[in-house]
């Protein structure tokens, strides 16, 4: 079974930047995608950027390409979300996800870590 667990928020200021990790055990292999969503309070979780695991297809939602960079690692078994020129509205609880598909839908992800905390102060 897929094990992830997400790292690296914490509380910045508005034009900091943070790179969260997201860790792999459990047998994720190069058949699988691994993406980052995103949830504020009050609202539903969204879809941020996912990779293949072999780091050669990727997706963003569209205006987070450019300040968002998603990125793996095969030999720590780790996908990174780099986040540059954060606004308060990127405020939210940051989830990692596997599963077989690269794609945007929740639905397609089996496999979710317990999310990072991710405060951005004006």
């Known amino acids: 079974q897929v094990q992830l667990v997400e790292s690296g928020g914490g509380l910045v200021q508005a034009g900091d930047s943070l790179r969260l990790s997201c860790t792999a055990s459990g047998g994720i292999d190069s058949s699988y995608a691994v993406a980052w969503f995103r949830q504020a309070p009050g609202l539903d979780r969204e879809f941020v950027a996912t990779i293949t695991w072999n780091g050669v297809n990727t997706i963003y939602k569209d205006h987070m390409k450019g300040r968002f960079t998603i990125s793996r690692d095969n030999i720590k078994n780790a996908v990174y979300l780099q986040m540059n020129s954060l606004k308060p509205e990127d405020t939210a609880v940051y989830y990692c996800?596997?599963?077989?598909?690269?794609?945007?839908?929740?639905?397609?992800?089996?496999?979710w870590g317990q999310g990072t905390q991710v405060t951005v102060s004006s």
């Open positions: 996800a596997a599963g077989k598909a690269l794609s945007y839908y929740r639905v397609e992800y089996d496999y």
